[in-house]
């Protein structure tokens, strides 16, 4: 895809987000059953991107004696993981609600691999340094 095409796909989906009656326009209606099953999915992202926030301030918080450095890496990435979750909530209920309007497939994503990933090294870092009382 050239670049401008694939600028206009992104601005085109992302307007989706603030509009999605739009998305109305696309297909045929799926059974409500799985609407509201996307939509449960995209508070259980959201929840998930509140959760991370909520760790990366208490990271913040109750790790004063932490390597300043190390705390702020830890923080940052946490509040970076909260905001993705929240945009990656929004944009795969869009892409998912198009697939079951067109009738095709459900979109395939990696970032909940990479999510868990993220999130069980982080883990493992902080069990490691508690270990070696770094965090008293």
């Known amino acids: 895809m050239i670049p401008s095409e694939a600028l206009r796909s992104a601005g085109a989906a992302v307007r989706l987000w ?6 109305r326009e696309e297909g045929t209606t799926p059974d409500y059953r799985f609407s509201l099953a996307n939509e449960r999915t995209f508070l259980a ?12 301030f208490a990271v913040d918080q109750f790790l004063p004696r932490l390597h300043q450095g190390l705390r702020v890496t830890f923080t940052v990435v946490l509040l970076v993981g909260g905001a993705l979750c929240a945009l ?4 795969h209920w869009v ?3 198009r697939a079951m309007r067109r009738g095709g497939d459900l979109p395939v ?13 982080l883990a493992v870092a902080v069990v490691v340094l508690v270990l070696l009382g770094w965090t008293n």
């Open 18 to 23: 603030f509009s999605p009656a739009r998305i």
């Open 45 to 56: 992202w959201l929840r998930t991107g509140l959760a991370l926030i909520g760790g990366g």
């Open 88 to 91: 990656r909530a929004v944009n």
């Open 95 to 97: 892409r998912c609600e």
């Open 109 to 121: 994503t990696r970032f909940p691999t990479a999510l868990a990933l993220g999130v069980g090294l």
